[in-house]
T-cell receptor, first 112, second 116 residues
């Protein structure tokens, strides 16, 4: 079993739709959680960190359930520019010097 | 934010040659850097952790004699793919822990290696 698993996708949604991505992780000792987006042939870019209390950044909302070892990302009012692969990332420690584990990613295409 | 650069951005080489990829932190010091590999339609896999002044730490299954890492200074780490073969064709990405005020890694733009 992979340490970080995500919906396989792809997700094809119309502009303006709400889309939710799910992620589960197997190592209960994991300390930090993130969502990254990766455009084709580019490096991953941090979208947002995920906190136990849940957090929101504009149209993006992230949730963490430590008991279920589950992370989610909700995108509201999808834009064409949201088309990308979304990577769930788990870090074993609390600092940026700790290793991170990338999930396999879920591809999103927002269609006009 | 902190910037990490990589060079070259892409390289095509013949089988059997060695290729060196550079990773630089441009406006901050990085005593540690991470090297990842990403095959098409797959996620990033950590290959090794590069440490300034000491040997790199390799992940299980990564051949240290094939993927030579040298962390020559506080701003430069290099990955050399020795005797490259077509199966080494991949997207290689480095990252560095950001300055103290940032709790995240900063990624280089990646190097696309194609071995013919």
């Amino acid at each position: 079993r992979k340490e970080v698993e995500q919906d396989p996708g792809p997700f094809n949604v119309p502009e303006g739709a709400t889309v939710a991505f799910n992620c589960t992780y197997s190592n209960s000792a994991s300390q930090s959680f993130f969502w990254y987006r990766q455009d084709c042939r580019k490096e991953p870019k941090l979208l947002m960190s995920v906190y136990s209390s849940g957090n929101e950044d504009g149209r993006f909302t992230a949730q963490l359930n430590r008991a279920s070892q589950y992370i989610s990302l909700l995108i509201r009012d999808s834009k064409l520019s949201d088309s990308a692969t979304y990577l769930c990332v788990v870090r074993r420690g609390k600092t940026s010097y700790d290793k991170v584990i990338f999930g396999p990613g879920t591809s999103l295409s927002v269609i006009p | 934010g902190a910037v990490v650069s990589q060079h070259p951005s892409w390289v095509i080489c013949k089988s059997g040659t060695s290729v060196k990829i550079e990773c630089r932190s441009l406006d901050f010091q990085a005593t540690t850097m991470f090297w990842y590999r990403q095959f098409p339609k797959q996620s990033l896999m950590l290959m090794a952790t590069s440490n300034e002044g000491s040997k790199a730490t390799y992940e299980q299954g990564v051949e240290k004699d094939k993927f030579l890492i040298n962390h020559a200074s506080l701003t430069l780490s290099t990955l050399t793919v020795t005797s490259a073969h077509p199966e080494d064709s991949s997207f290689y990405i480095c990252s560095a822990p950001g300055p103290p005020s940032y709790n995240e890694q900063f990624f280089g733009p990646g190097t696309r290696l194609t071995v013919l």
